[in-house]
């Protein structure tokens, strides 16, 4: 019976994917793409087009970790400034799909990358957090780097910035 389910769910999910990889092929060509960084697969491709809509009304890049509320909130009461969670203040699916990838790309699959090697350096600091803060680091980057990648018309480069300081 368990068997049954698995396979019956396997097939289901795998019609969904070419389905999702048709419409992308169609529909929004640009898409295809962003899935040449690891972890970004064509649901979150798609997402992240359909999210972001026009990428010209982002004033820079890196509004696009606030959008995605993966920014941490502040608290500028007193004179510290402490540490806080992420604002979620954008939406939760698309937020979803980026931390999801960069779950991915810090794991043990993740090729090496631009985006794990800035996530390891944060784990490396330490902390009781280090790995929640380096995965939603890495998702933030990931957002700005396909807003980047769409606003310039340029290929993924995964070694772009190792290439750049060694020369």
Not at 26 to 36: F, H, M, S
Not at 93 to 111: D, Q, T
């Amino acid at each position: 019976m368990l068997v049954y389910c698995i396979t019956a769910l396997t097939t289901t999910i795998a019609a969904y994917e070419t389905q999702s990889s048709t419409l992308i092929a169609k529909e929004y060509p640009a898409a295809q793409r962003w899935q040449q960084p690891a972890g970004v697969g064509p649901i979150t491709a798609l997402a992240y087009v359909l999210l972001v809509d026009e990428p010209k009304r982002f004033r820079k890049s890196r509004d696009l970790g606030a959008y995605f509320g993966l920014v941490p909130k502040l608290d500028e009461s007193s004179a510290s400034t402490p540490q806080l969670r992420i604002t979620k203040a954008g939406d939760p699916l698309g937020r979803r799909l980026l931390v999801s990838a960069a779950h991915y790309i810090l794991g043990p699959f993740g090729p090496p990358c631009d985006l794990r090697r800035a996530g390891e350096a944060l784990m490396v600091r330490g902390g009781p957090n280090a790995k929640k803060r380096a995965v939603v680091a890495v998702a933030r980057r990931l957002a700005v780097l396909l807003h980047l990648l769409w606003i310039h018309d340029a290929p993924y480069a995964p070694d772009y910035l190792l290439k750049r300081h060694a020369a």
